[in-house]
Each structure stands twice: as C-alpha cells, then as structure tokens.
C-alpha cells in the first residue's frame, strides 16, 4: 500500500495484532517464485530478504499442495516390450553343489525375463 505525503512516497506496512508483516497473494507469489530462481537456501534467501523460515516454508507448503490439487495424480497402465540381455555372465550354485554357468548371454523376451528372474534369486 502506498501513501503520498506532500512530494514524498512512503510505503505502508500491513502487519497483525503482533506487529508481524503481512504479505499479499501477489508478494508471495513473487517471493516463492524469486526464491526458486534464486538457488539459495531457504536460510539464505529469508536473510537476504528479511523473512522468517517457517513463513517461506509454510508458503512453499502452501504452492505445492495447491499444486496437487490443480493436477492430482493419475495412474495409467503402459506395457514396455521386453528389453534385451546381452553380454551377461553369471553363475548359480544351486544346494546340491550343480552350478549354472552363463556366459555371454544374449536374449530377450521371455528368455530376458527368465534369467533377470534366476539372477535375482
């Protein structure tokens, strides 16, 4: 808010019961948005900017929640083909003392996903 006073221009501070500033939608706004760009810390920027941590915080909780409400989250199901092996050598020692020896494996499909199986056991 502004005031003129005679030739001067003088800035009026809105503040709380406690004397704390308050800060329209467009302030913050501004202030979130400068503190992404800044590359700050959030310490640093509330410093530099003479604001308390927890009111950025609470601000940037603010953003981020509207944020998920504006595009909640959806789930879609995508089939990927399968991915190739190619180059794989591993060993299986199975309890009985036999060993499986891979070498140079290349395959895909169920193959791929065959092996990806035994090698993860």
Known sequence: MSCYNGD???QIMKTDKLGRKQYSKSERREL???YQRSGMSQSAFCKAYGLIGTTLSGWLHLMRKKKKEEFPVEFAEVELPPSKLSGIEA???YPDGKILHLQNVQA???HA???RQVLSC
């Open 32 to 34: 979130v948005q400068k």
């Open 113 to 115: 996903a065959f092996i």
């Open 108 to 110: 895909n499909g169920e």
């Open 91 to 93: 060993e299986v020692i």
């Open 8 to 10: 001067m221009k003088t």
